[in-house]
């Protein structure tokens, strides 16, 4: 077998990308040294869909456009244009490549300006996908509370509290009570107990002597030291 000058160990590079890579990397082509062509398969790739490309601008009378060589790993954001790792494009499993068309910065400017178009901005959206109710919905229902959190009070809350079993909008609350019953899970059994275990464990002042008080717990009694 004839060894070109492009060739060592087994080896060929490839006259577009410059890349020394394996012989299996090339297409068969029994004309060429080793029977493998002189450009690798994605290269030649691109070179085959350029030729088809200026082939067919000349049957229609237009220009060609002249394509750009993307790495492998790499992939070419339609918006902005740059080519980019894989890793900086969504995932995307209707994709042919398992990834976005555009790369996480466009892909997230154009989800933003989707949701100002057709819901009026991302706080709508975000209130209408998961709860099933607008800002003027919301508006309203924080209005009949008087503007404060439906638990603690705590004024101006912005969080939506839901049945998770059913759905069903309750309440406005602030973070820290939408959190905890988030925490208990809804469970009003558990949130009984809880309550009653305050009401046990609670610390009381209890006069020992005048002007001396002691703090003591109904349910927890005082456990004397060792040097006691």
């Known amino acids: 077998m004839a060894i070109g000058s492009r060739d060592r160990d087994g ?33 030649f790739n691109e070179r085959a869909k350029a030729s088809y490309a200026r082939r067919i601008a000349a049957k229609e009378g237009r220009a ?8 492998d790993g790499h992939k070419k954001c339609v918006d902005c244009g740059e080519i980019k790792p894989l890793a900086e ?14 790369c996480k910065p466009c892909h997230n400017t154009h989800g933003r300006e989707s949701k100002t178009r057709l819901h009026g901005g991302s706080r709508e959206y975000h209130l209408r996908r998961r709860y099933g109710i607008g800002q003027a919905e919301f508006d309203a229902l924080l209005a009949e509370q008087g503007g404060v959190c439906a638990i603690c009070g705590a004024p101006d809350p912005e969080h939506v509290d839901h049945d998770h079993l059913f759905g069903n909008v309750r309440g406005i609350l602030c973070f820290n009570c939408n959190g905890g019953l988030g925490q208990f899970k809804d469970d009003r059994q558990n949130l009984a107990r809880a309550i009653e275990y305050l009401k046990e464990t609670a610390w009381q ?21 060792r040097t006691s």
């Open 11 to 43: 080896q060929r590079q490839c006259r577009d990308c410059g890349e020394w890579k394996a012989l299996e990397d090339f297409h068969s082509n029994p004309r060429r040294p080793g029977g493998r062509g002189s450009y690798c398969k994605p290269c």
């Open 64 to 71: 060609v456009r002249q394509g750009m060589y993307v790495p």
């Open 89 to 102: 494009f969504p995932r995307n499993r209707s994709d042919t490549t398992g990834y976005a068309t555009y």
């Open 205 to 225: 002042r209890v006069l020992v002597h005048p002007g001396v008080y002691q703090l003591v717990s109904p349910r927890r009694e005082r456990r004397l030291s």
